[in-house]
């Protein structure tokens, strides 16, 4: 069984402050990493997902994630936040990328870039 | 290439009414999936379909819910004799036959009076 914990449901901050929003999660399988945002009102957006090779990953909008197998962590982060980040971010994980798989969400941190 | 598409976007019902949940996939993608999103909650798996086949229907309620994806047409879940704790947000994903990941719809937002 898989899981995913996002250690934070409120994360605060100001404009063009660092952020960084955590998520750790727990598999029997290998696994394969994702992060995607909800605006207002709209469907989900890959922000950016981690598949194999390099743990460093960079997806859309500046936004970067490590994958760290030893701490079972997969933390997105930004250097640089805009208003406009200002959404949910939900981070989740699947035993594959194929038809078949299925994606097990964690509940969601909430991103508030105040000006 | 438009994207998912689910319709309609807001369903507002009574309760005991029945709702009909609509999600035509990407053009070329022939696997769909439902996901329901409770109130402050994340994402939960529902189930997952191929053309005229249910495959996973493992986060199904046992009851009032169904599910199809017809070979003509939308996929269409539908939930009979609405109650209150059905209100939530109802995302349909798609994907292609082999690798290449979900695309999500915008959702149907349910909300039972």
């Known amino acids: 069984a898989q899981s995913v914990t996002q250690l934070d449901s409120q994360v605060p901050v100001f404009e063009e402050a660092p952020v960084e929003l955590r998520c750790n999660y727990s598999?029997?399988?290998?696994?394969?990493l994702f992060w995607y945002v909800q605006y207002p009102n709209q469907g989900l957006q890959l922000l950016l997902k981690y598949l194999s090779g390099s743990t460093l990953v960079k997806g859309i909008n500046g936004f970067e994630a490590e994958f760290n197998k030893s701490q079972t962590s997969f933390h997105l982060r930004k250097p640089s936040v805009h208003i406009s980040d200002t959404a949910e971010y939900f981070c989740?994980?699947?035993?594959?990328?194929?038809?078949?798989?299925?994606?097990?969400f964690g509940e969601g941190t909430q991103l508030t870039v105040n000006p | 290439n438009a994207g998912v598409m689910q319709n309609p976007r807001h369903l507002v019902r009574r309760r005991g009414q029945e709702a009909r949940l609509r999600c035509s996939p990407m053009?070329?993608?022939?696997?769909v999936y439902w996901y329901r999103q409770l109130p402050e909650e994340g994402l939960k798996f529902m189930v997952y379909l191929q053309k005229e086949n249910i495959i996973d229907e493992s986060g199904m309620p046992k009851e009032r819910f169904s599910a199809e994806f017809p070979k003509e047409g939308p996929s269409i879940l539908r939930i009979q004799q609405v109650v209150r704790g059905d209100s939530a947000a109802y995302f349909c994903?798609?994907?292609?036959?082999?690798?290449?990941?979900?695309?999500f719809g915008p959702g149907t937002r349910l909300t039972v009076l």
């Open positions: 994903a798609s994907s292609p036959l082999e690798k290449g990941g979900w695309f």
């Open positions: 598999s029997s399988v290998s696994v394969y």
């Open positions: 989740a994980v699947s035993d594959g990328e194929t038809s078949g798989s299925r994606l097990t």
């Open positions: 053009k070329g993608h022939s696997h």
